[in-house]
């Protein structure tokens, strides 16, 4: 597509629900990464794909997140059993190569609210 | 881990004035990246400057890196209601995949 696409836009769920993010990055972007960006804070580095695999998984906060991507195109970020603090902005991003020289490209991300 | 930080955390100036804002890092980067955030949302890109860069322009935007200080400075001139958003420094390590950003500076930009 012309741009990373993201959805759902908002979501709502209630505590201990869980919950799928889904990302189409821009078409031949081989890696693609995920953030998250509480209110008013900065973007805190969540998973990184480089094709189908993740070589970077460090910053998932806890097992109850978890990723995939397959085809090398579309990722989907899963938070099993949601906390409010998992209230947030999920962003999505994607990019040529590594970000060594590449410019990422951001969705308009995921809003995200445990209730 | 957030490894850029922007100074100021905010700035409020008035259209036609100059804002700067600063940014500082803490280990070696290949790449320095600013980007802008509107209203929350995704997070668009403005401008790279590679390490071995010291100034680089474009449009109405100036960023400087001294790699020797740590820092980088956006410019922007002559600013504009539309400016008003937050702006992120982000850097990429050598060994790092992802960008890094800092907490970002949010810019008012009063007509």
């Known amino acids: 597509g012309a741009g990373v696409s993201q959805s759902p836009s908002n979501k709502v769920t209630e505590k201990g629900k869980d919950v799928e993010l889904r990302c189409d990055p821009i078409s031949g972007h081989t890696a693609l990464y995920w953030y998250r960006q509480s209110l008013g804070q900065g973007l805190e580095f969540l998973i990184y794909?480089?094709?189908?695999?993740?070589?970077?998984k460090s910053g998932l906060p806890s097992d109850r997140f978890s990723a995939e991507r397959t085809g090398g195109s579309v990722s989907t970020l899963t938070i099993q059993r949601t906390q409010q603090e998992d209230s947030a902005v999920y962003l999505c991003a994607s990019s040529l190569g590594s970000v060594s020289g590449n410019t990422i490209y951001f969705g308009e991300g995921s809003w995200l609210t445990v209730v | 881990s957030q490894q850029g930080e922007e100074d100021p955390q905010a700035l409020s100036i008035q259209e036609g004035e100059n804002a700067t804002m600063n940014c500082s890092y803490k280990t070696s980067i290949n790449n320095l990246q600013w980007y802008r955030q509107n209203s929350g949302r995704g997070l668009v890109h403005l401008i790279l400057?590679?390490?071995?860069?010291r100034e680089k322009h474009s449009g109405r935007l100036r960023v400087t890196l001294d790699t020797s200080k740590k820092s980088s400075s956006l410019l922007i001139t002559a600013s504009r209601a539309a400016d008003t958003a937050s702006y992120f420094c982000a850097t990429g390590s050598n060994s790092g995949y992802a960008l890094n950003f800092g907490k970002g500076t949010s810019l008012l930009v009063t007509p």
């Open positions: 794909f480089q094709g189908n695999s993740a070589p970077d």
């Open positions: 400057i590679r390490s071995n860069e």
